[in-house]
């Protein structure tokens, strides 16, 4: 494919990951990002990833930070959106990209979780847009969810594909439109599980991570839970709903122990506590040791 010109909206965490991934399979990217002091920081972050992955860093160099969206825009074929879970921002945003962009370029979001069709309600070609929904590192992780819509066109979402997976990325087809995607819904599904059990006092978040670790978390990267479904029978599958299902948390909305852990400001490993307490030496080893298990991966892949 040849090298497409990509405007990304938002350098925060997934904004200027998303660029790096870009810029290194050789495509040129406007990145704007209206605060001074992070659009200012943009390239050297994008270096230091670089060489943390033992990686040529002049591949910052076809990144250019940009202070408007229009700036950014201007001459994009591809459009992300990345800025944070704000529905009413995101269609501002949308609303402008569509004003400044070609009328060619292809409109994606990176939410997380709002349903596309919300986002991108306001615009009046809703056939070029969609959402790309990457995970985080940007760089290292390969998934990118691809969500149509019911306007979304199939040609724009098979070139979206073809673009993703020309730089080397894993994107898959959502073909329906549900909040929180494919990943998202099912990593969620787990977690709020596993609260349940801690607020039922059946264990302690340690016991939680650990068992998941430990057990069918170690095969999880290798067999997802359908090929391991299969693996060990639909028959045994069935035999295990039909006891556990009924038994397991059915909670509409957010359980109360991650409400009360909001409302006294344990918000996790930025605040020193949430499930499990954290200190300095503890946090710095959790993301040294996500770090290098996904380096690893990596290794693994290119080698």
């Not at 700036?71 to 995101?90: G, M, T």
């Not at 439109?177 to 709020?192: C, E, S, T, Y």
């Not at 039922?200 to 839970?225: H, I, M, Q, W, Y």
């Amino acid at each position: 494919m040849t090298h497409q010109r990509v405007g990304i909206i938002g350098a925060g965490l997934m904004g200027h990951g998303i660029a790096q991934a870009f810029a290194v399979a050789g495509h040129r990217v406007d990145i704007q990002e209206p605060d001074p002091a992070r659009r200012a920081g943009i390239l050297d972050h994008v270096r230091r990833n670089l060489q943390g992955l033992g990686m040529d860093g002049t591949a910052a160099d076809r990144i250019r930070p940009c202070d408007t969206l229009e700036d950014a825009v201007a001459h994009a074929d591809i459009v992300i959106e990345a800025v944070p879970e704000d529905l009413e921002l995101k269609q501002r945003i949308f609303a402008a990209v569509e004003a400044a962009a070609p009328p060619h370029a292809l409109l994606a979001s990176n939410t997380s979780v709002i349903p596309i069709t919300r986002i991108m309600e306001r615009l009046r070609d809703k056939t070029r847009a969609m959402g790309t929904h990457w995970w985080n590192p940007p760089y290292q992780i390969p998934l990118v969810e691809v969500i149509q819509t019911a306007d979304t066109a199939d040609a724009a979402v098979a070139a979206m594909i073809d673009l993703l997976t020309a730089i080397g990325k894993m994107p898959v087809h959502v073909r329906k439109d549900v909040p929180g995607f494919i990943g998202n819904r099912l990593q969620h599904a787990l977690w709020r599980e596993a609260i349940a059990l801690v607020q039922n006092g059946v264990c302690d978040a340690e016991t939680v991570d650990a068992v998941v670790k430990a057990s069918f978390g170690r095969r999880l990267a290798v067999l997802g839970p359908l090929e391991n479904a299969d693996l060990v029978g639909t028959d045994l599958t069935l035999a295990v709903h039909e006891h556990v299902l009924p038994d397991l948390d059915r909670t509409a909305g957010p359980l109360p122990l991650l409400r009360d852990l909001v409302a006294f400001g344990r918000l996790g490993m930025k605040s020193g506590a949430g499930f499990r307490t954290w200190n300095d030496a503890q946090r710095t080893e959790a993301h040294a040791r996500l770090a290098a298990h996904l380096r690893r991966l990596d290794d693994t892949e290119r080698g």
